[in-house]
């Protein structure tokens, strides 16, 4: 039976995982904290070699509105190297690690993975830049069907209006908090929304499998019964 259009690379190992992932993890500690306070010593000395200074992160790295307009498109993906403080920089890593390693194990080749990761990056920064002209809640409530009740039955159009006033709220905030994660978190979110879509695309995958085996299992008892059936029908006729 066929697999999965998208099956897995047997030779990618977590050795070679985390060879791609050093770039990346490389990227995130040389460039400075916005807040590095509670950094620890090794960081803070690992900054003093660092080339990159903070005033250099501030103005040429990090992604704002303001860096939008001026044409520095390029922050929308530099800003992933960029943290506020050393909790918001270990949760990327630890998450980046585990979070990619499905998604980099279905991935032909090491650019695919990176393509996932920055253009999530690039996407979610973008967005931000919409945010005060995205119409999120006509957006949730695209998600919703319309009404099926009359109005003249009022229990049932009013418990579909409370259910799916819900629903809109909750696609609303889904939505409003994906607007608001930038950087490295909004790469991660992208891994983990590819790695969804493997495991569904596999599930899919297996259903198939299932059925088809089904079918021919099915196929080949109905074919012994219709030759039992015309066997039985030919000794009949012969007792006749």
């Keep these: 039976m066929p697999g999965p259009s998208h099956a897995p690379f047997p030779h990618k190992t977590w050795a070679n995982y985390l060879d791609v992932l050093l770039p990346l993890v490389t990227g995130f500690l040389v460039v400075p904290l916005e807040d590095a306070h509670d950094a620890p010593q090794w960081l803070r000395e690992l900054y003093a070699l660092s080339p990159v200074t903070p005033k250099f992160a501030h103005e040429h790295l990090v992604f704002s509105r303001s860096a939008w307009t001026e044409g520095r498109y390029y922050t929308a993906v530099t800003h992933c190297f960029s943290h506020e403080n050393p909790s918001h920089l270990f949760n990327n890593i630890s998450s980046l690690v585990f979070a990619g390693k499905n998604v980099y194990t279905h991935t032909a080749n090491t650019f695919e993975f990176y393509l996932i990761f920055f253009s999530s990056v690039g996407a979610s920064a973008y967005l931000t830049t919409l945010k005060d002209e995205l119409q999120l809640m006509p957006m949730a409530q695209s998600f919703v069907l319309r009404n099926p009740f009359p109005s003249s039955w009022r229990r049932l159009h009013g418990w579909y209006d409370n259910k799916a006033g819900k629903v809109t709220r909750s696609a609303n905030h889904f939505l409003s908090q994906y607007v608001i994660y930038r950087g490295a978190s909004a790469g991660v979110f992208g891994l983990i929304g590819a790695s969804a879509v493997i495991q569904v695309e596999e599930l899919w995958a297996w259903g198939h499998e299932m059925w088809m085996i089904y079918r ?17 029908l030919g000794l009949g006729k012969k007792m006749i």
Excluded at 216 to 232: A, E, I, M, N, P
Aim: charged share 25%.
């Design 216 to 232: 021919q299992k099915t196929s080949v008892d109905s074919t012994t019964w219709r030759r039992l059936g015309l066997s039985f």
